[in-house]
C-alpha cells in the first residue's frame, strides 16, 4: 500500500519559452515548483534519470521480498503490496510519469506535459519508438484504453478516484492524449506516477494482464504467483544508457522475516525489503551487507470500520487513541527507527505536515474518560493482525492489548494467517493492523484513502467537513492557503478519524555490498521508490 520530501522549485516559469531552454527546468520542476507558478499554462518534462559514470550492465540480480501472495497477477488495479509492485511498476511496465530518487517528478511514457491556467486541462506528450514486448507500437489508445480500466464497470481499483476526476480524455495524435479533469489539480501529473496506472496495450489488455507484456525494461521470462518471478532485461529499450543494468532479475516470495535475513546473510540473495530490527545490528556488522535506511511517509496503522459497531461511536474511537502507548511501540517494535504519529497519514516528509497539531497521548484516564461518555466502560474489541500487515504487527497489536488494560479495555489480539491477508481481512475484519506507504502529496494520500467512496477507505469514516476541505484544496493554488487547508484535514483525522496511526517507520532495506546506486535513495516507497531493480548495478 506502500508515498515525500521534494525539492525547492525553480520560479517563474513562461508559458512559451524555447523547447530547449524549457526542457533543461524541466528536470528540475518538483511538486512545490509546480504549485508555486500556479500551473498556468506551464510545462514540465524530464530528459532521465542521473546516473553514476561507472554504471554498467550485467549479471543476474537476486530480490528476497516480502509482500506476496498467491493471488498476485499482472492487473495493476490490484496491486497492494511490495512484490508485485516492483515486478510491475519499474520492471516489466511502465506509467506516463515517475518520481525519480531525489523526490522531482520526471517523465516516463509521458516525455513532457503542459497544463492550462486552471489547471484544468492537461496534454501529455509521449514518447516516440516505445514498443510493448510483443512488438506492438506504444501510443495515445494505449493510454486511453489503460486508463479506462480503473473505472471500468465492476472495476476495484484503488486508483479509481485518480481516474475518475477525469471528465475526458481526448487522443490529439498518436502520441499526444489531452485530459479535461472535473475540477482543476496542481498535483495531476504526480498522479500519473501512481503504481497502479500501469500502461497495456490497447485491444490486447486481457493478453496484458494474463501475460505480463508491459513497455518495461524487463521482459517475463517465469512467474509463479505468490512464489518467482524471473524476467529478462529488453535490447535497445528507451531507457538504454539511463537505467535497467542487470541483465536477468529473480525475484524469490519470502515473506517469513527470519528466512528474508538469512537469505541475504548467506548470500542467496543479492537485496531484500523490510530488514527485521530485530537482527538488523547483526547485519550492520557483517562486511557484505550494507543496510539503507531512509525517512519517508510511510506509516503503522490500525483502521477501524466507522460504519460497524461500537466503531461508529466518536467516543470510542478517542478512547482507544488514547490508549495506546505510541512511544513504547517506536522503542519496541521500530527500535528507534521511527517517530510517534498522530492518528493522520501525512508525514514528516510531507510538505504541508503539520507537526504542531495537539498529539493523542497515552492517557488510560482520559480513554476511560470517553469510554464512559460512550457507556462503552468494559469494552472487548477483537484486533486482527498478521507480520503480512507490516514487521512485528502481532506483537504491536499485544503491546496495545497491554496498555488498552489500564483504561479498562479488553483488546482480543487474532493473529490471522500471512497469505491472503490483504483479500481476507483489511477492509473485511471491523478492526486490524495495516500499513500505508504514505504518498508524495497531501491530495494524492488523502484520496487514496481517506475520500469517500474511495476502495481504499480502509475505515469508512466520513466527515463533511473534511470532504469539503480535500475538494477546495485540490484546486487551489495559492500555497499558504493550501497549507491551512491541510492542517485542518490532519486535524480532523487526529481528532475524528477512524485510523490509530501510532508510528512512521523509516523504510529499511539491505543489499549485499556488491551491488551500489546513483547515491540518492528514493522515499516515497521501500527499495528506493521500488525501482530498485532499475536503479542499481553490480559495482
Known amino acids: ?66 509482500g506476496a501472495n498467491t493471488s498476485d497477477s499482472w492487473d495493476g488495479r490490484t496491486h497492494s503490496d511490495t512484490f508485485m509492485i516492483m515486478m510491475a511498476y519499474g520492471c516489466v511496465f511502465d506509467c506516463l510519469t515517475e518520481i525519480a530518487a531525489d523526490g522531482q517528478l520526471v517523465g516516463e511514457l509521458a516525455e513532457s506535459w503542459e497544463a492550462s491556467p486552471d489547471a484544468k486541462t492537461w496534454t501529455f506528450n509521449l514518447r516516440k519508438g516505445v514498443t510493448f514486448h510483443n512488438g506492438k507500437p506504444f501510443g495515445a489508445d494505449d493510454v486511453i484504453a489503460s486508463l479506462n480500466l480503473h473505472v471500468a464497470d465492476g472495476a476495484k481499483s484503488a486508483a479509481q478516484p485518480i481516474v475518475s476526476a477525469i471528465d475526458e480524455m481526448k487522443k490529439l495524435g498518436e502520441h499526444q492524449v489531452q485530459m479535461v479533469l472535473k475540477n482543476g489539480n496542481a498535483d495531476f501529473p504526480f498522479l500519473m506516477a501512481d503504481y497502479h496506472l500501469l500502461m497495456y496495450p490497447a485491444g490486447q489488455i486481457e493478453e496484458a494482464i494474463s501475460k505480463g507484456i508491459g513497455t518495461g525494461m524487463y521482459r517475463v521470462e517465469a512467474f509463479d504467483p505468490g512464489v518467482r518471478f524471473v524476467g529478462k532485461r529488453v535490447d535497445s529499450h528507451y531507457k538504454d544508457g539511463r537505467a535497467g543494468w542487470f541483465d536477468e532479475v529473480e525475484a524469490i516470495a519470502i515473506n517469513d522475516q527470519s528466512a528474508r535475513m538469512n537469505a541475504l546473510m548467506t548470500n542467496q540473495v543479492d537485496a531484500v525489503n523490510r530488514v527485521d530490527f530485530k537482527v538488523e545490528p547483526l547485519m550492520r556488522s557483517n562486511p557484505q551487507i550494507e543496510i539503507f535506511e531512509v525517512t519517508g511517509n510511510q506509516h503503522f496503522t490500525f483502521p477501524m470500520l466507522t460504519n460497524v459497531d461500537p466503531f461508529t461511536q466518536l467516543n470510542v474511537r478517542k478512547a482507544l487513541k488514547h490508549a495506546v502507548n505510541r512511544q513504547e511501540l517506536v522503542d519496541k517494535i521500530l527500535l528507534g527507527h521511527g517517530a510517534v504519529a498522530n492518528d493522520h497519514p501525512i508525514g514528516p516528509a510531507n510538505q504541508y505536515y503539520a507537526p504542531d497539531l495537539p498529539q493523542n497521548e497515552y492517557d488510560p484516564d482520559k480513554a476511560a474518560f470517553y469510554l464512559k461518555e460512550a457507556g462503552m466502560e468494559g469494552l472487548q474489541v477483537d484486533l486482527s493482525a498478521a507480520e503480512a500487515a507490516f514487521p512485528g504487527a502481532v506483537d504491536a497489536a499485544q503491546l496495545y492489548q497491554a496498555s488498552a488494560k489500564n483504561a479498562g479495555i479488553t483488546i482480543n489480539v487474532v493473529q490471522e494467517p500471512n497469505d491472503g491477508y490483504w ?117
Open 423 to 539: 483479500s481476507n481481512v483489511w477492509i473485511k475484519k471491523p478492526w486490524c493492523a495495516s500499513y500505508w506507504s504514505g504518498r508524495p502529496t497531501e491530495d494524492w494520500m488523502f484520496s487514496s484513502c481517506y475520500e469517500t467512496g474511495v476502495p481504499w477507505n480502509d475505515t469508512k469514516w466520513e466527515n463533511e467537513r473534511f470532504q469539503s476541505l480535500l475538494l477546495d484544496a485540490r484546486v487551489e493554488l495559492d500555497s499558504a492557503k493550501r497549507a491551512e487547508m491541510y492542517r485542518e484535514m490532519q486535524s480532523l483525522c487526529s481528532t475524528d478519524g477512524g485510523t490509530v496511526v501510532p508510528m512512521y517507520a523509516n523504510y529499511v532495506d539491505a543489499a549485499s555490498k556488491s551491488l551500489t546506486n546513483s547515491g540518492t535513495i528514493g522515499n516515497a516507497w521501500q527499495m528506493d521508490n521500488s525501482r530498485f531493480i532499475e536503479r542499481w548495478w553490480f559495482s
Open 1 to 66: 500500500m506502500p508515498l515525500r520530501e521534494e525539492c525547492e522549485f525553480a520560479q517563474g516559469r513562461q508559458a512559451r519559452r524555447k523547447k530547449k531552454k524549457r526542457e533543461t527546468k524541466m528536470t528540475r520542476i518538483s511538486r512545490r515548483g509546480l504549485l508555486g507558478t500556479g500551473a498556468a499554462a506551464g510545462v514540465l518534462a524530464a530528459t532521465g534519470l542521473p546516473v553514476r559514470a561507472q554504471a554498467k550492465r550485467g549479471g543476474r540480480l537476486r530480490l528476497g521480498l516480502a
